[in-house]
């Protein structure tokens, strides 16, 4: 008897190891072109991972994230081996329709594992030195100044720069947008001339402020960041209340097996448990921000509905 209940613990010891057990390799989709802070996200999983899986990179870019939400959604939906990265720009523009019908439900949402701000930059060589600078020329002549951004009319740049500009007596509807496909192809089309500021998130003026070719005006945290940027200032220093914090992670596609979604679930909760992480997401240029699973989607829907609001203030929900 004993013998036998030895052996049927290790037979359900097996299985368990079986059930959870990640792949050889998964893929991470990224719904941008490579060098902006989708991209980041998923390089940073593909490191952080590696450990227990390998994970290939692979790029969708359209419709800053729709046409990869609706590839998975109408072409792989029972993939449990790619994982798509998401931003809380991706869960505005579901909030706002850009998505179609689709809504929160309609995919699984694994883990978020950082954080990072919007950020407003003009080049290094540009005559404004201030947040205050660069609105008062916006005040001056809207028309004047080309601004680069990620997505549309709508988007969550776009928004960031609508809050500053109300508060500055600016209609927001008067600026000049340049509408582009991440945050790597903004901050080329600045330091090509193309644009003059850009509205985009910390992570990737990072990426970008190495060369010393850029100047970042104002970060839009509660308090000054650490590390890199703790010399500059918050919008909120320059006499501009405007925060708007930015969530990383990752969701799978919507009829993912339960068992396949738990094993992704509790493979980032034990990604983030490691000391290294932190190391890892820090480099990165992002900031301590983790909820997976069941949380997770309760905030997704709670960041919808707050979304709804600010949407709803701009004239920006479309018409049922």
């Given at each position: 008897?004993?013998?036998?209940?030895?052996?049927h613990?290790?037979?359900?010891?097996?299985?368990?190891?079986?059930?959870?057990?990640?792949?050889?390799?998964?893929?991470?989709l990224?719904p941008s072109?490579?060098?902006?802070?989708?991209?980041l996200t998923?390089?940073?999983?593909?490191q952080?991972?590696?450990a227990?899986?390998?994970?290939?990179?692979?790029?969708?870019?359209?419709?800053?994230g729709?046409?990869?939400?609706h590839t998975m959604a109408?072409?792989?939906?029972?993939?449990?081996?790619?994982?798509?990265?998401?931003?809380?720009?991706s869960?505005?523009?579901?909030?706002?329709?850009?998505f179609?019908?689709a809504?929160?439900?309609d995919?699984?949402w694994?883990?978020?594992f950082?954080?990072d701000y919007g950020?407003?930059?003009?080049?290094?060589?540009?005559?404004?030195?201030t947040?205050?600078?660069?609105l008062?020329?916006l005040?001056?002549?809207?028309?004047?100044?080309?601004?680069?951004?990620?997505?549309t009319?709508?988007?969550?740049?776009?928004?960031?720069?609508?809050?500053?500009?109300?508060?500055?007596?600016?209609?927001p509807?008067?600026m000049?947008?340049?509408?582009l496909?991440?945050g790597?192809e903004?901050?080329?089309?600045?330091?090509?001339?193309?644009v003059?500021?850009?509205?985009?998130?910390?992570?990737?003026?990072?990426l970008?402020?190495g060369?010393?070719?850029?100047?970042?005006?104002?970060?839009?945290s509660?308090q000054?960041?650490?590390?890199?940027l703790?010399g500059?200032?918050?919008?909120?220093?320059?006499?501009?209340?405007?925060?708007?914090?930015v969530i990383?992670g990752?969701w799978m596609?919507?009829?993912?097996?339960?068992?396949?979604?738990?094993?992704?679930?509790?493979a980032?909760?034990?990604m983030?448990?490691?000391?290294?992480f932190a190391?890892?997401?820090?480099?990165?240029?992002l900031y301590?921000?983790?909820?997976t699973?069941?949380?997770l989607?309760?905030?997704?829907?709670?960041?919808?509905d707050?979304?709804?609001?600010?949407?709803?203030?701009?004239?920006?929900?479309?018409?049922?």
């Amino acid at each position: 008897m004993k013998l036998a209940r030895f052996l049927h613990s290790l037979l359900a010891l097996a299985c368990l190891r079986t059930a959870f057990a990640m792949p050889p390799q998964a893929e991470c989709l990224i719904p941008s072109k490579p060098g902006g802070a989708m991209d980041l996200t998923c390089k940073l999983a593909q490191q952080a991972l590696h450990a227990d899986t390998e994970l290939k990179l692979s790029y969708l870019p359209g419709g800053v994230g729709a046409v990869a939400w609706h590839t998975m959604a109408a072409q792989r939906r029972s993939d449990a081996n790619t994982l798509v990265t998401f931003s809380g720009g991706s869960v505005l523009n579901l909030a706002l329709g850009k998505f179609g019908k689709a809504d929160a439900d309609d995919v699984r949402w694994v883990a978020a594992f950082g954080a990072d701000y919007g950020m407003i930059a003009v080049r290094a060589d540009s005559p404004w030195r201030t947040l205050g600078d660069l609105l008062k020329a916006l005040k001056r002549d809207p028309k004047q100044v080309l601004i680069g951004m990620s997505g549309t009319v709508g988007s969550q740049d776009w928004i960031k720069m609508a809050l500053l500009a109300r508060l500055t007596g600016i209609d927001p509807r008067a600026m000049r947008f340049v509408a582009l496909e991440g945050g790597g192809e903004q901050f080329i089309a600045m330091g090509a001339g193309h644009v003059q500021a850009v509205s985009g998130d910390t992570s990737e003026a990072l990426l970008n402020a190495g060369d010393g070719k850029i100047r970042i005006l104002a970060v839009l945290s509660e308090q000054r960041l650490p590390g890199r940027l703790a010399g500059v200032p918050t919008a909120r220093e320059q006499g501009y209340d405007v925060v708007w914090p930015v969530i990383r992670g990752v969701w799978m596609a919507p009829d993912v097996r339960e068992a396949d979604y738990r094993r992704w679930v509790a493979a980032f909760v034990q990604m983030e448990s490691r000391p290294e992480f932190a190391e890892l997401r820090e480099r990165a240029g992002l900031y301590p921000f983790s909820l997976t699973g069941d949380a997770l989607t309760r905030y997704i829907k709670q960041s919808i509905d707050g979304y709804h609001r600010q949407a709803e203030q701009f004239k920006l929900l479309r018409e049922p």
